[in-house]
């Protein structure tokens, strides 16, 4: 049995590590995101009312559930069958009176931050603006989690 060892060159080794490189970058390129969608509903009482969720099916139930739960039976009615979508979450944050997060449930809220965080993952890091100024949505989400990091300490 002989044990041959094979000496490759820098430059070979090089070129290798530079098509692995090409070819984690086209992968990143396909990478799908794992953010779902943002659904306003127009509701009375209030003006909207958000949801996140896979589809407008989903969205609606929650809608549902929640306008059932917080107002008595006939006490609420959806004002418009038009539903605004944002499949992108910088543009739900144009879209929303305030913090996006907060126009969430906490439920719907926690479950876009999880999302949000693993998007990010396999992906290049972004670099903070040479101003250093930060997106709507990340200030949004910072002051998210300022918020519930209080919310847990006053428990």
């Not at 970058?25 to 996140?52: E, M, N």
Request: proline share 4%; charged share 35%.
């Amino acid at each position: 049995m002989s044990t041959e060892t094979t000496i490759r060159s820098r430059a070979e080794i090089l070129k290798e590590i530079a098509h692995h490189e090409d070819c984690i970058q086209d992968l990143r390129q396909q990478l799908p995101t794992c953010i779902k969608s943002f659904f306003v509903f127009r509701v009375h009482p209030g003006k909207t009312s958000w949801a996140y969720g896979l589809s407008r099916d989903e969205a609606e139930k929650k809608v549902t559930e929640r306008m059932n739960r917080d107002y008595p039976i006939d006490g609420w009615h959806f004002t418009s069958r038009a539903v605004s979508q944002f499949n992108d979450p910088q543009a739900a944050c144009g879209e929303s009176s305030g913090n996006l997060l907060r126009c969430l449930t906490e439920s719907d809220a926690l479950d876009f931050l999880k999302d949000w965080r693993a998007n990010k993952s396999g992906r290049p890091e972004t670099e903070t603006p040479k101003n250093g100024y930060k997106s709507r949505l990340e200030l949004d989400i910072e002051e998210y989690e300022m918020m519930q990091r209080r919310k847990a300490q006053d428990r």
